[in-house]
């Protein structure tokens, strides 16, 4: 094109002015009816009484993600009014059709939605959302598929409050009309936004070889590549348009595993130096002689050789830290005190400031090589605690705040974070919060989304949570809560909730009330767990083990009459409204009853335990072990998404108590 001139060609010209006007948000528009049609009134149609309106703009040259985003704004459409748009290209447009445009095209350039200036306004993670009454621009710097998912979700007024079909909440129409208006989408959360997927935690062979061992062969071949795929993929699918599917940082407790037999025998002084009398030994969970000058040049040299922008100076798991002189100077003074057994290993021991100090000579350091650089560690055991001086972390150092086993209200995460951030730390969140629960309605939402927007005021720079277990009939509410929290900061937490129950349509009010119940009763959770002395830690995760022996008081047969009544109620309604809120009120009671179950053969269990010689003990335990198991199969069968049963019969068969 010879002419590149934007006011000597009338079309461009008023392409520019239409956007300068739209994206200002001033008064009407001149000249644009003319060329493209018809706004007939102040909205964007993409379909009139079932008839597609308007077409999908698709660059010449799409980026990763525009394919995708493309095929992702198509499915809505269909899925809401029963047609697709057809997708058209600079070349095949007929410059009359109103345009929704997906990327960085000539056609958003003309609209004055350049490269330069999303790249300027916007993170490389952030999307812009342009509505005005002719034409709709869709384009994020590399995520395209965010902008889509924005405008899906807030121009169509849709929600996805679990993964598959019977999750997805709109209104079904035959037009589509969209109000004129323009946000942007943005996170200063770049390196990590993982809220983990249980299913990936075990590759594919090892999950198949569970499913296996625990439902039998013939079971495992029937649903392997149905049920468990579907719940596999939805997941993901899932979690994609939560964004929560994101990892550029390089980060674990593994970076210095090899390092006991790799250098071990020629520098016995690179290691920890243990309390007199005490053998170092190495293994996995070996500390490093961080004092020692030659352990921070081989750290450097070794990630040299890699040229990343990422360098991982987590020290490995468990305690045994170094009680050498150098590095007990590093430490505050309140830790001078104590004895070189409490420092190598006792809760005593408050390392921060010593790894702090070791962090931040290492990232200045690597700065100096790589300006681009992060150092990823975590704040973990001795160093959880915020640091005791006024140490400040160095701008290139990212850590990942490791606090919260389970509903939480005695944890000081925020005292915890607060610090740390008042130290100048950038932080990412490193929960094992969701871990917990067996598969319960174990709800915490308020305290979950509450607390998320407290960390997100204060340096919160990603999250990597531990993990989406799958039990989304029964906790679907918290999975539900993180994802929208962290993609919404201004949201109130109560309005988040809200939105949840209102996709139960005429039954809202019964499926509230059934989920502020169980809310209630998780709340008895911290002073029973303590009460019942069922954890030997004043906390109330005890992971799996506690809450096991938990889940029987708590979940007792009281708890199940109150809410199946709640439930009968939220059933009949449901049955005036669309057949899909019937379905949701189905998943749920799925959920309840898998609940009630479990809740029984552990408690079988249990006593069947203590009272080993009583053989009808024995009988009822078995019995209701069968029942349970027989439950399973079919609700994975037909809804392998409301209960992640091969997760959660794996933690059982490793209890050693029902089996
Ligand atoms: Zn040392």
Known sequence: MKNNNLDSNPRRR??????????????????????????ANNTFTLVQ???????IFA?????????????????WIKRISGVSLKIVSAATWDQKTPVIAVGKSTFTQECGLTNKSLLEELSE??????ITPNYVLLAGNERDDYAVTEFVKYAFNVRWIWPGQSGEVFEPRSTISVTPKQWTWDTPMREIRMLNSTYHFHSPPFARKELEEQL??????????????????????????????????????????????????????WFAKPPAGVIQKGGNGVKLN?????????????????????????????????????CRSWDAPQMQSLTDAQIYNSDKAILTDRYLHFWNMLAKRAAAINPKVLLATYAYRSMQHPPLTNIKADPHLLIGYVGGEGYYPEEPIRQEWAGWAAADAKLFWRPNLLHCGHSMPYLFPKNLGEDLHYLMQRNMRGYDFDAITGHWATQGLNYYMAAEALLRPQTNIAEIENEYYAAFGKAAEPVQKYFSY????????????????LVSRETWGGWWEGFFKLAPILYNDQAFEDTKVLLQQAEDLATNDQPVIAERVRFLRIGWEHSRMTSQAIDAA???????????????????????????????????????????????RSQKIMW
């Not at 660059?59 to 499915?75: C, H, R, V």
């Not at 037999?261 to 020629?266: F, G, I, N, Q, R």
């Not at 008895?524 to 303590?530: E, I, R, Y």
């Open 59 to 75: 660059p010449d040259q799409p980026e990763k993600y525009t394919a995708a985003a493309i095929a992702d704004l198509n499915y």
């Open 14 to 39: 008023f392409l520019r002015q239409a956007a300068t006007v739209a994206i200002t948000g001033a008064a009407a528009l001149t000249g644009w009816e003319k060329i493209v049609g018809a706004a």
């Open 290 to 326: 961080i004092s020692n000058p030659a352990v921070a040049d081989t750290i450097l040299s070794r990630w040299q050789k890699t040229h990343k922008d990422y360098l991982n100076v987590a020290p490995n798991d468990s305690r045994g830290y170094c009680t050498c002189d150098v």
């Open 216 to 269: 039998g062969k013939e079971y495992a071949d029937e649903v392997w590549s149905a049920s468990y795929a579907t719940a596999v993929e939805e997941t993901d699918n899932w979690l994609h348009r939560a964004r929560s599917d994101v990892k550029r940082i390089v980060v674990g407790q593994t970076a210095f595993r090899p390092w006991w037999d790799e250098y071990s025998a020629e520098h016995p002084d």
């Open 518 to 533: 169980w809310q209630e009763i998780t709340k008895k959770g911290p002073s029973t767990l303590q009460d019942q002395k």
């Open 125 to 130: 993670d952030g999307a812009k959302i342009v």
């Open 606 to 652: 249990l006593k069947a335990n203590e009272n080993s010689d009583d053989d009808a003990l024995k009988q009822n335990a078995v019995q209701k072990r069968e029942a349970l198991m027989a439950y399973r199969k079919s609700t994975f069968k037909e809804n392998p998404l409301a209960v992640n049963v091969t997760e959660i019969t794996r933690i059982e």
């Open 49 to 55: 009484n079932g008839v597609p309106t308007a077409v």
